[in-house]
Nanobody, 125 residues
Framework: QVQLVESGGGLVQAGGSLRLSCSAP????????VGWFRQAPGEGREFVAA????????GYADAVKGRLTISKNNAESTVYLQQGSLKPEDTAVYYC??????????????????WGQGTQVTVSS
């Protein structure tokens, strides 16, 4: 079992920025793909971005491309989601997810095996 912990959410005005963090206490992401998803009230879980730790390859949802950047910090074994130019429609609970993979990233929630508890991001207009 892999425990994932997200942090960095909060309340921000439209146009502002936030950086979300995802870590796995007690272990590294060395052979994992890590993704970020979000879920707004009454909506399904939506893919945001993902990164493969081994290859560094990334994937982004079209809705966020150019505004969000996913990255990894090897020393801290942490995945970051840097969010900029935030819009009210970015308001959601953001979840970190992981799956063992040394080559690819997934865009579907069912592809991932492990999930964090989520962190709330609220963007005011």
């Amino acid at each position: 079992q892999v425990q994932l912990v997200e942090s960095g959410g909060g309340l921000v005005q439209a146009g502002g920025s936030l950086r979300l963090s995802c870590s796995a206490p007690g272990r590294t992401f060395g052979s994992f793909a890590v993704g970020w998803f979000r879920q707004a009230p009454g909506e399904g879980r939506e893919f945001v971005a993902a990164i493969n730790w081994s290859t560094g390859s990334t994937g982004y949802a079209d809705a966020v491309k150019g505004r969000l950047t996913i990255s990894k910090n090897n020393a801290e074994s942490t995945v970051y989601l840097q969010q900029g130019s935030l819009k009210p429609e970015d308001t959601a609970v953001y979840y970190c997810a992981a799956r063992t993979s040394t080559k690819s990233v997934g865009r579907l929630p069912a592809w991932y095996d492990y999930w964090g508890q989520g962190t709330q991001v609220t963007v005011s207009s």
